[in-house]
Structures are given as C-alpha cells and as structure tokens.
C-alpha cells in the first residue's frame, strides 16, 4: 500500500487529461464566454476576482511552484532557476510567505522559469499533452483554441477563472506573438509565459467578499476558501472538482465542504500536503546547505543528504498517513525505510540493495524515532562534530515549539578554554559553559536532550565513545530523565508539548500567519480532539479542514516580527 | 511603448524600440554620481562609472594582531601579521578603528546586530531582524540603475542564503554562489558584447519587454485592493519588473564600445573550476577558490557595465570557515580554542582570520590588475568592507574592523587610518554614502545616528 | 600573489581534533541485532578491494641477487642478427608494443611462446633466493623434504618470523618486473575489480560469538553481484552490502573453510579446498586453491580487514592465467622462463604416478572492507543476512 502511495504521488495530469476531466473535451470550441467558464454555472461565483480585497498574499514556494506546473501540464515539465529565499516566521516558511518581498533578483528568476515553462509546455514534444487543441494553421493566430487554452489553463494556475480583460490580455499577446513569428505556439508560449509573472499566480492571494449570512460582515470567497484547503492538504492548486465546487458555492456549506475534504484526505495527494508541512516544519531547507567534512565522514555524500530527508518523509508518510498512527509514535517508532547510502550510515544490510527497503530495528536499538535518523542528528550538527546545544535547541524549537533564547554575547569564554583541559567529550565541555550563570539557564535547557543523542556522530553514525572516552548519554527532559537514545524518545513521546506543538504548527501552517490571541481557545479546542483521536494527524487534518475558524478573514496587519529565523 | 501590443501610453517614454534590426535607443537616467570625479574616460570616450560595492568577512579579527593602534588619523596604516596581506595595497584602502557600536540597551544578538547596526545604522530587536535597508540599497535606490543589472550578490562559500545586504527582514538578497552559474548569468546567450560590429536586437526580448509590460499594467490593479504592508510588497514588485525591463532595454541598445570589456570564456577563467558548481561549502582553499574565480567575473562584469553595485561575502558571521579533516570551524574555535600563552591568542582561530585577509588581499588583487582608464578598476570603485565582531571570542562589536577599498573615482583619499574615537561605526557607511553623492545629511537611529561624514578622507 | 599560509597544526590541541572513528569497536558490537532463533551468533562480512601475489621486496631488493629477469622483447631482440633486427623493426624505427606480436612468435616455427611455452629455450628464470616470504605453512614439514604429497623444495621464513613458510609461487614470480609492486599486472586488475566489479570475493564469517576472539568459526567465499560505494577519497567505503551471485538455486561459489579469531585476528584451523573467483586483467578464471589457509587482521573499529590467503594453485590453472594473458609485453616477462620454472619449482599435489608436483604454494595479500553478505530470501541460507559484528 504504501509503495503505490509512494510512487508517482503527483499522478500525471496533463492539461488535456484535465481537460476530459472537466468535461470540456469536445472538439469545437464554444464561444469565448462559455469556454473561460470552464464548467457550467461558474459565472456568477467568479465575478471580478481581481476587485475583491485581497488580505494575504502568500508566495508560492518553489515545491508548490513545481506541483501545480505538473499537475496542469504533467510532470515532464520541469522548473527553472532558483526562488528567492522564503524568511521563517512561527518557525515555518508558509507563514513567511505571507511577508516576504519580490526582490529584482528575484523576479528576474520567475520570468526565466516562466519562460522556460511556456517553452516546455508548446515544445513539439509535449504539445499533445500540455495542450487542449490544435490550431487550424500552425502559423496562424487560432483564435479558438488560444481561449481554450489560456482559460482553461489559467483557471488552474490561478486559482480561479480568469476575469475577461485577464483572458483578453493573454489572447492580446498570443495574437501579437504568432504575427511577429509566424507561429502559433510562440504566441501561446508569451501569453502563457505572462499568466506565470503575475501576483495572480505567484502569490497565493486570499480574497474576502461580503458575507450573505451576516450583515456588514466578511468572508473569505469560495475560490480562497478552496486555495486554503488545497494548498493545506495537498500543497498543491485546488484541482477541477475543488474548484468546481467554489463555483458552485457547494464550498461555503458544511456538507459542500465535508465532501471536498474527506475527497481530499482520502486521496493519494494527501502525502504531497503531509511531506510539505513537515519540509517545513522540520526545517529540511537546512539540507540545501549541509556540508559534511570528507576526511571525517567519508562516508557522506550528496546521496546520502538526499535520501537521509527521504528516509525521514517515508516514515512520516508511513506513521501519518498510511498507518493513519499515533503522531507521538514518530518519536518511538522502529520501522523506517532505508536506501544503500544510508545502510552504510546505520551499518545496517541494505534492505532491498539498489532500491528502498523497509527495515525495523531490534527492540534494543539506539535508533528509536525520527529524530535519531540522520535528517535529525546530522542535519543539527557541524561539518566535523556532534553539537548536543544545536540538537537540543532544534528538539526544543522544532518538536516542541519552545522558544531558546539566544546566547548572550558578553560570555568569558577563556574560563572553557583554560590552560591545559582535555575535554574528551562533549558533555565535558559543556559541562564547563554550565558553570557560567549566564550560559547555564539555557545550556540546560537543550543540552541534556541532545546529550542523548550523543551516540550519534555528526554524521549519523553510531559510537559508543568520543575521543577515547565512554560516552554517558544520560539527561533529563522536563523532569523525566533517561539514560540513552530510546529513553529520550520515549520521554519526548509522553510530552505534552509534543503535540501541542504540532497543533500549534499544522494551524499556523494552515492559516499562513501565526495565530491571534483570540485563537487560542480554537488551539485548545483543536488539541483536545486531536487527543480524542489517538493524535492522529489526518483526524487533526480534518478538523482543520472543516472548521470555520480556518476560513475565517484573517485578522489586519499583525505585529508579527519576533520569532524570525 | 510596445510594439507588439496596442496599448494606451507607456509608463515611461523615454523607453522606444523597434523590431527587425531598427534603431532602438533607450534613454535612461543616469546620474551624476555614477561618473569619476576626475572626468577621466575610456578609450572610446565613454565615462567610468564610480560602483560600490561591500564585502564581508565573518568572526572580525585578533585583536593587537590586526591593526597597530594610532593615535590620530592620519595617512600610513600599520598592518601586523593578521593584516599583512594587505600591506602590498595600502595606498589603495583605508583603515577604520575605534568606532563603538551603541546598541541603546537593545540585546547584542551574536554575530547579527553588529553588522545589522554597521550596514543599517540601526540595532536590531531580535536574532534575524533587518530593521532598516542595508548602506547598499540605499546607494542602489539613489543612484537608479543604468545597467543590465541593479545590484550583484555573490557568496564564495556556496551559500546563496547568506548575504549581508537586506532591503528588510523580509527582502534579503540572494546570492550567486556557484561560479558557473554567475557566470552564465552575466555572459550567457543574453550578453551583448559591446565591442562587437554587428550589433541587431534580438526581437526576442521585444517580445519578453511586451510580456512585462502588459503584466505589469494588469498586476496594477492589485494595488487597489491590498492592505498597506500587501501593497508595499507589490510596488517591489514592481520595482522588479521595471527593473528587468530596463535590463532588456539596455540589451536592445547597442552598447558603447567599450575596451575594457573583454568577456571571457567560462573555462578562460584562471581556477575555474566545475566542481565549484552548485554545492555548498566551506573549505577554506574552496572558498578561497571560489571567490578568486568570482572575482574575475564580477570585476569583468563591471568593466562590461553590467552592473554598478556589488555585494560579495567572503565568509559568513557565524563563519564556518574550516580545514579538511578538523572537526571544528572558524567559529567554534573562537570559542573552544586555548590561548596559546605565548602568542597571546587562539592561534588556530588566527589562523582563520588570516585567511580572511587573504581573502581580502584577492579581491583587492583582482581589481587593482585590472586597468581601466588611466588607472585601475579599483579606481573607479568604493568598497565598504566589514566584519560583525571586533573580537569574536568575545562578540565584541565595539572597534569593529571597518575598510573601505578604491578612490571611488577620486572622490576619497586612501592609505588612511581613521581613529574613531568612539564615534558610532555608522559614520564610515555615512561617509560612504556622500561619497557616493547620496544627498542625506544624516544616518541612523538613536545612537547610532551620525551626520558627520569623516572629511579628512573625503576630496 | 595571493596563497594559504602554511597551518600551525602542531600547536592545535589534541582535544579538538575530531575522533570521528574511535570507539567504533564497541559500537558495533552495540549494534548487533538479537537474531530470532539464534541470539548470540554473529556474521562478519568482508570484501575483498585489493588482491596480490603476495611479494615480499626488500629495499635492496636482496632476494633477488641475479637482478630482474629479462623481458620477452629483450629475448627476442638478443636472437636476431643485426640485419634481421634492421628488417624486422623499420630499422629500430618500430615501438616495443609494436612489434610484440613479432616477438610473441619467436618460436623456431613462429610459434607463440605463451601458447608454446616450450618452443624455445630460455636461460632459467632468476628465481627468489631471499629466505623472507609472505605465506603459510602448507605442507606440514619443517623442512619441505619430500613426501607423498609433495615435492622437496626450499623454505622461507615468514615476514613476521613464522617459520617453514612455503611460497614457490613467490620464487617464481619474485624477481619478475610485472609481478613486483612496481609492475602493473596486478595493480591494473584490482583496478578493474573496484571500478567494473569483477572478480569480486567475498569472505563471511559465520558462528561469531565474540567479534575479536572465538576458537570456532566458518569462513566462506563468494562472489558478489554488487559494486563497491566510493567516499570522498574514492576508496571503497566499508558497510555496504553485498548481494551473492548465485547459479540456480545455489551460490555460484561458496566453499568454507574452519577457522577461530584469536585478538582480531582470523586464522584457519581446518584448511580446505575452495574456489574463488578471480579476476586477471582482461582475463576471469575461478582459482581452484587447494588446502587453504587464511590469516586477516580485523582492524579495530572492525570496518576493515588485511591479511593473506594461502593455498596450493593448480600448476595448469596457473599457467592458464599467465600463459593466456597477452600481457607478456607490457607486462614485462617471458612465458618460456616462467614455465620452466613453474614446472620446477610445483611442490605440492605430486601425481603418484609421475612423482611430479601439480600444484604450486602460493600466497596472496588482501585487502578488504566490511560490508554485509547478503544471501539470497529463500536460498541455501534462508533468511540471514550477513552482520558486520
């Protein structure tokens, strides 16, 4: 079950496969009008978009970029160029999205991917696939099938239909390309190249109309409501059905609603949505940059940063969603799923050589939950070493949502480099920065849970001492202490913070900004179901999915400038 | 404005173009401030630009190692053996000691607010905030831009991620960090050699210049419908698309002959190298690499007009500088490493730092070889260069190591050593800024605000 | 000028260097998972990267008094006369390799002296006449007097002063350029095995109760179907895995032998015949070696084991390898020579009919990494995956 969830999770669309989707696959192109509807009845939801207010603009992150180019266009087309980096905000880049700016750099590297796209997407290769007909002359303009294809293919990168003067615009272009080359496709390629630079399309923008049911009041309109459901769930634009369903307005009810999302959990695509949030939440933009010293650990390589972060994803994916488990087993959990690379790391027989291979850890093994995995103990560490502060801090912050303050800056550090110490161990030398009243308070906050994870070297590996010296990997998290690696685990599974955390961070994730004081009563209300569900994510999933709050018109412009990273 | 389109009157008409090898001539601002004091010229008779430029070393320096202390400012900078490599360029830099970073009670978040408050003339509030543009933008906004690019990033370490300018927390710059990739940037198909005979548009970026331009006009109706922090993203927005219009402008115009201008091939770039390619590292003798080949692409890319404002990082705050096979960098060892009783410092974080003026000595090598003019490119330039710590070990950031590198055509004197006194470090970024011709008349906030550029330096 | 000033890596303490090794003996065997049915018994598994005819140089190279022996170009080139020489060479204008398949063919009859070893007679081979060699004892004599089994020949003393050591291979091939370390017959064919994967030995160590001393326990040999994984320093990294070839049902080699781990060290106890696959340059043979010993040093933290595997070779098998090669030329030897002294030298194996020796001692040094033998779900060995420790 889990191998076919596994594979092809952005099931190859294409945009003439969506086409028959949506039931537009007849030959004849109808008028305009009838053709940027896309699907009967649609008219009256989408009315001028654009002069709706917009109250969050949220910029696509380059995943969800490449997910909804594949899905419209199938995934033989490929991204170009690199984004501008997204700033954490609440510990998550959805949320950053929503401030963060358009650089000139930046957008110079949209019109090269969207360039490269439109290219990719009228390449006679691809044409079959990516395009919903074929002009009558291919040096002509083709008034018809230029409409179907831009409204057709916009309402998916869009979010919505596009409005007339929008279509208009884009047949404008495509009109004007194909006169000055000759070619029909060199028009579709600019007018599409322009659907990809626009705010519409690269920003995730929620818009809000008057509510019918209250007087005076707002609410968000059904094609933001589907955005925020689709970008939630699957990390990806809502597809037909979802959109069909907010031009219908089945969206703005309850059972509307219910349908679209028990559709969505169900679905194969859900994986693509749980991967993303814990991308994001576990910080694997880290990998980017990780380095890890040749000489030391020869035994890394870009393979194994590769499929370290896979490895870590397969056992989410499996926990979360296709055991639909327990989410504070994560951290206990023995199963996992291990590639050659990391055999070498784990010293572990390749499961299944030349492929991934389930694989479960005897009973008394220090590899214990995901975060003795390598996308954890290697990813928080040096090039060259172990770091238990940065574990310990990344355990705190990232698992437990706690707030480490940073090191004060007026630190005598020569009383932790005295004349003629040999600290041997990691312990050791931190056990000197504890002596220091300013270093301790938070020495002691993360230094006992990384300690534990001292077994682990800076590349994952495992060690019983450093340096020559037994490693003591005792510690103490909030009160329960340990001795090794499983115990911690065990101690961070019967944590509270643990999935007050990823209540905390799933809704915040959901709503793209951090949450208001007066949600707290919704994160209360939030945790207590998600414990009356065994913690299972897709119950808490769910939850969100079908609750107001999560559509409710965000609030004005938040002080939300602390907790930057 | 574009000829593909049939559109109501164009945003800026000073903006023309025609298809099909038609004369196309764009006529763009282009201030005072970017020409050499000197009114000298290149060959062809063109001006030389005056560029700016910053860049970065992390972990600062080894205190009484560094920099022999002066009593007064004056003319002779005395390098000890930290600084040493740079001796061979004193009469082209100047030395910057015994400026404080007052924070005004505000935390001294480590290896962050010192070059926060050096570069922003503000003292962040927290790990990770940019509370005011960057010395760096505000040059670039004054000055406009007048060529294919505003402004050019780039990270020796492989790091795209890290740069050390920011508009604001939310608007950090991203940088090229491989050198393949940078170079394609610059030199790839879209490059216009300037000295090349048959110059004809490409009506390709016609085409692109069309898109941009409908895409803008469309996307300005957002404008009225966001809420004020939205709308403020959308005009950089598009700031950003009048920016890459007026790149495919001055790629549409044929350039003026231009001598010093000579692009060379990828593989004709002394070290370079495709291993450099795409991957982050730190190695010294990588990172030393890296920004050797860097700077020969950026100090043509200059010579090309390309661009006129540059931002290079040597090594980061926290820098992560390290030698193969050691288990620990630059940055740790500031802290972990014994005093070695006899030299007086850590003498492996030392090291380290030495290898940052090396760094330091590269680039100032690279752009004093290369002649432009009467003289050099370096000439023609105004580096800000930096660090975050006067004393890493410590997180000191009072007596922060400040340079600055060039004559910026003139407008400063060099060979100087400049004792602050205490004053607030800012007085180096504002100095710079009224070199550059920037009409301010003050810099900073709370203590950190300066209105008094250091004249002794200035012509 | 610009450059890296030199590292003051003798004032950088100790304590900050990485250890980013040590204490792995303990690790692994923390590591070691409980195995339903059988808790306590271990596997060890290793590849073998490197394997040479194990050559014992001494610095002034000693054990070869004569010199090193002549190469087939130079034999050829002695038997002509001047005009011939002219003629047969473009008047000398003509390469070495150029003219090696002239050579090959000195016989009398143009024969080709690898495949005729015995058209042409040579002067003797300068054979080993050092008393140091690399091997074991493999005749059960003190003395290498002759026996039923095999024939009188001289002994040597071991590199690490193991007496009654024999080595005829060595005698043959000691003083033969292409054999020796600087030769590159054979450091071109564990090229080869590392980058193509062929020839590739696998050694199992079954019924490991106590990684580091067990007084019993099976060593088996396979091939695997698996590469090696390169590190950063492009040598083979330890811990992979490797899959057994298999012909059918069976593993298509998989012959053990007894043996104990005494400090590290594996020895044989009960010698026995097995088969290897071994791989020559350009050139693959199963190595039939008769009454095997083998003696590997496990390193400490266990990711890799040297040491030496010895064993009576089949004269016949022998000259198949060197006879067929075609590196004669560039390898620098002379089959005529090496043949002779093969047939010489063979002490092992006498044919009760003939009273002539038909194997030769030999010895060979390897080098391997640890890695995980894995056999075959539902194979000879149901279920069992090979465990490094």
Known sequence: MLKSSLKGRMGMVGLAAVMVLAGCSEQNPAKPAKVASSSSATLVAYAAPVESDVVAMRRLTSEQYQSIISNVFGPRVKIVGKFDQLVRINGLFAVGAAKVNMSPAGFEQFEIAARAVAAQVVDPKNRALTMPCVPASPKAFDEACAQRFFSQAGRFLFRRPLTDEELKTRMDIAAAGTAAAGDFYAGVESGLSSLLMTPAFLFINEAVEPDPAVQGQKRLTAYSKASRLSFLLWNTAPDDELLTAAATGALHSEKGLAKQVDRMIASRQLEGGVRAFFTDMLGFDKFDTLEKDSVLFPVYNAAVSLDAKEQLLRMIVEQLVVADGDYRDLFTMRKTYISDSLARIYRVAAPKPGAWGEYTYPENSPYTGIQSTFAFTALHSHAGRSSPTIRGKAIRELLLCQRVPDPPANVNFAQFNAEHSEFKTARQRLEAHSTSPSCSGCHKLVDPIGLALENFDGAGQYRTSENGTPLDTSGKLDGIEYKDAPGLALALHNNNAITGCVVNRLSSYALGRPQTKDEKAWLTTLGERFAASGYRLTALLRDIANDKAFYAVPPAEQQVTQNVQ | ?459 | MVSLSPIPSSIFRPSLRAAAGAGLVAVLAALTPAKAGDPTSKTLGFAVTTFNTAMYESRFMDECPQGINATNDEFWWRGLSKEERGRLTNNGDMTQIARQHIANHRGPNGEDICQVPTAVKDPPLYTVRGKLAYGMKLDGTDDGKDTPKSCKHEKFTGVDGTPAIDNQLYRVLGCVYGWRSIGHIETAANGHRQTNGLGMILIEVSGVDDARNDDDVTISFYRSVDTFTFGASASPLPYSTYRIDYDGEKPRYGDSIKGKIVDGVLKTTVPGDVKLPFYANQSFQTMQLMDTQIELKINADGSAADGVIGGYYSTQQLWEYIGEQGWQPTGLYTCPGIYAAIQKLADGHKDPKTGECTSISSAFKIKTVAGFIKHRDGGDKPNKIAQAQ
């Open chain 2, 1 to 459: 404005m574009s000829i593909l389109l049939k559109r109501p009157a164009p945003r800026r008409d000073v903006l023309r173009g025609m298809l099909g090898g038609a004369a196309v001539s764009v006529g763009l601002p282009f201030l005072d401030c970017f020409l050499n004091a000197n009114g000298t010229a290149q060959a062809s008779g063109a001006p030389i630009p005056v560029r700016f430029g910053t860049w970065y070393w992390g972990c600062g320096h080894t205190p009484g190692h560094d920099v022999a202390a002066k009593a007064a400012t004056g003319k002779g900078i005395k390098f000890l053996e930290e600084c040493a490599p740079l001796q061979a360029y004193e009469s082209h830099i100047n030395y910057f000691g015994g400026f404080n970073t007052p924070l005004d009670g505000k935390s001294n978040y480590v290896h962050h607010s010192g070059w926060v408050a050096s570069r922003t003339g503000t003292a962040p509030a927290n790990t990770g905030e940019v509370p005011a543009p960057t010395l760096d933008v505000l040059i670039a906004d004054a000055k406009g831009s007048g060529t294919r690019f505003r402004v050019l990033d780039i990270n020796s370490m492989g790091n795209p991620r890290i740069t050390y300018s920011a508009r604001s927390t939310y608007a950090r710059a991203t940088a090229e960090a491989a050198p393949l990739s940078f170079y394609s940037r610059i030199f790839g198909p879209d490059f216009v050699d300037p000295n090349k005979a048959d110059f004809k548009p490409d009506p390709a970026l016609m085409v692109r210049k069309s898109v941009l331009s409908a895409v803008l006009d469309e996307s300005k109706r957002f404008q009225g419908v966001v809420g004020a922090a939205d709308k403020q993203r959308l005009d950089e927005y598009f700031t950003s698309i009048r920016q890459l219009e007026g790149q495919l402008d001055l790629q549409l115009q044929k350039p003026a002959p231009n001598q010093a201008c000579v692009p060379m091939t990828f593989d004709g770039i002394a070290g370079s190298n495709d291993e450099l390619a795409g991957q982050s590292f730190a190695q010294v003798e990588a990172v030393a690499e890296s920004h050797k080949v860097m700077m020969q692409i950026l100090t043509m890319a200059l010579a090309c007009n390309q661009t006129n404002m540059f931002n290079v990082v040597y090594s980061d705050a926290f820098s992560g500088l390290r030698r193969k096979g050691d288990a620990n960098n630059h940055h740790t060892l500031t802290h972990e490493e014994e005093t070695d009783p006899k030299l007086g410092y850590q003498p492996m974080a030392f090291w380290f730092n030495c290898q940052n003026m090396l760094g330091a000595a590269a680039f100032l090598e690279a752009f004093t070889k290369f002649k432009e003019g009467d003289g050099t490119l370096l000439d023609n330039c105004l580096v800000f260069a930096n660090s975050e710590s006067s004393y890493a070990r410590y997180h000191g950031v009072n007596n922060l190591p400040m340079f600055t590198f060039g004559k910026a055509g003139g407008r400063i004197k060099t060979g100087y050593h400049v004792v602050g006194n205490g004053d607030p470090c800012t007085r180096v970024g504002f100095t710079a800024m009224r070199v550059m011709g920037l009409p301010v008349d003050r810099w900073g906030t709370k203590s950190l605000e300066t209105s008094k550029p250091i004249t002794e330096i200035m012509t």
